[in-house]
């Protein structure tokens, strides 16, 4: 019974983290700057972990 209960409890709190997450934007400057990465053969696993990255 205690399982059941953590597991709705962690089934709810995803939930609830995905429904309040920022959406994400994709704006004329984050491709800029992905060019530019990639002009100048600057490695990243992602374009949006790059992003991430950057404005950290």
């Not at 409890?9 to 983290?17: D, F, N, S, T, Y």
Request: glycine share 8%; hydrophobic share 55%; charged share 15%.
């Amino acid at each position: 019974m205690r399982g059941k209960i953590i597991f709705t409890a962690a089934v709810a709190a995803a939930g609830l983290a995905t429904a309040l997450a920022a959406p994400a934007f994709a704006d004329e400057t984050d491709d800029i700057f992905i060019s530019a990465l990639q002009d100048e053969g600057v490695p990243f696993s992602t374009p949006d972990n790059a992003i991430q990255l950057a404005g950290a």
